[in-house]
């Protein structure tokens, strides 16, 4: 047993001794933590490219993350498919556990199977809790193994709170996670898995004759939504993870504590908006140039002030500057998130220009920090110190 237990441990790129500190940490974490009673607001809007928060209240209390928690259970069979230790059309054996796990459920058989891409598509329209368990037990024997691998995932890629005690998100004590912590898991799932991150969008799915709708109705009622996941427990409340894309921008947004599946998704779609609009870019003056980033505004009476940033590249077109500025802000998101990217046209002799990539509206020591990174991961970066007059009347 102990032989098998360190065998799957390694298979899936985590030590024995790591897995036992996991399981010693999920027993205790209920004592270490403030534990919720019922559910809490709370929300975050992002960045889908940068990572940066447009929004956010309550984003790190600890709540019930309910049926998000299947995200998880979703990124490890895409990570299983990415290494190639499965297939879409592998089959997954039902077990009797599987059989007995409350609803919302497919109806599955005990000895039958099913396809990992039915149980995927299952899990995103129907949030189906006996596939879950399904794939838990294909993926780590049993449930309380795969908890420890979401748990070790969720470590992995940033998730600082959350704790996994099993893979639908069936109330559990012990299984909580933030709005953060769940946006984070959202884009992880865009970045990591683009192309299995269309099975989002799936709007509905046959199985035994039976045809379930997504429950994830801002598919056909938010412009560009195009996934990601519900979640409801009475513990809980209505969540919410959504993801929309317009005019070349995405961004994700979390709900937790939503008090009905419409009132959560009307909330959803006006901080979704509003995040839009927020970052929504401004167009070059007279240039007729792509759009880019605005300055921020600065208050104060007319006086000289002094703006850093960093110059990252001078190209003879547009589209590149401004291309290597958003890798720049990607390579170094913690420094970077909270500037502008601008594209300036540089006019040199005989009419022709040359487009400078800045990222502008940082401080002189995120400046230089950033600049250091960027040298490391081999982009050109320089240092600026923008000087300026503004007036305010």
């Not at 149980?119 to 294909?138: F, G, M, Q, R």
């Not at 001078?314 to 594209?343: D, M, N, W």
Request: hydrophobic fraction near 40%; glycine fraction near 8%; charge should be positive.
């Amino acid at each position: 047993m102990a032989a098998a237990s360190e065998n799957l441990a390694r298979r899936n790129g985590f030590s024995r001794s790591r897995l036992l500190c996991l399981l010693v940490f999920i027993i205790v974490s209920p004592i270490l933590f403030a534990h919720p009673g019922d559910a809490k607001y709370a929300s975050i809007v992002i960045d889908g490219q940068s990572g940066r928060v447009l929004h956010a209240v309550n984003a790190d209390t600890l709540n019930y993350p309910a049926s998000l928690t299947k995200m998880m259970t979703l990124y490890l069979l895409f990570e299983a498919l990415k290494q190639g230790r499965l297939t879409l059309d592998s089959d997954l054996k039902v077990s009797a556990r599987a059989t007995r796990q409350p609803a919302s459920r497919l109806g599955l058989r005990k000895g039958r199977t099913i396809t990992v891409k039915q149980a995927i598509l299952a899990i995103v329209t129907k949030s189906a809790n006996d596939v879950a368990t399904v794939i838990a037990e294909s993926l780590a024997r049993n449930e309380r193994n795969f908890a420890l691998l979401m748990t070790a995932k969720a470590r992995q890629i940033g998730m600082r709170q959350t704790t996994f005690r099993n893979a639908s998100g069936l109330h559990h004590r012990g299984q909580l996670s933030t709005a953060r912590d769940m946006s984070t898991l959202a884009r992880r799932l865009l970045l990591d898995f683009p192309h299995y991150y269309q099975f989002f969008s799936t709007m509905d799915f046959t199985y035994g004759g039976v045809r379930h709708r997504n429950h994830n109705k801002l598919l056909t009622t938010y412009q560009g939504a195009d996934g990601i996941k519900t979640g409801y427990i009475r513990a809980s409340g209505y969540n919410l993870a959504a993801s929309a894309q317009r005019n070349g921008r995405r961004l994700i947004g979390v709900v937790f504590g939503g008090r009905s599946p419409k009132a959560r998704n009307r909330h959803m779609a006006k901080l979704l908006s509003k995040g839009f609009r927020l970052s929504a870019p401004a167009r070059l003056a007279s240039t007729g140039l792509p759009p880019q980033g605005r300055l921020p505004k600065t208050g104060g009476s007319r006086r000289s002030y002094h703006q850093w940033g960093i110059q990252v590249g001078a190209y003879k077109r547009f589209s590149p500057a401004y291309k290597i500025a958003r890798k720049a802000v990607e390579k170094a998101p913690t420094l970077l998130a909270q500037g502008t990217i601008k594209v300036v046209p540089l006019r040199r002799r005989k009419g022709k220009s040359l487009y400078l990539g800045r990222i502008l509206g940082i401080s002189k020591t995120q400046a230089y920090k950033a600049c250091r990174i960027l040298r490391r991961r081999k982009i050109d970066c320089m240092e600026l110190r923008m000087k300026k007059k503004r007036a305010v009347g």
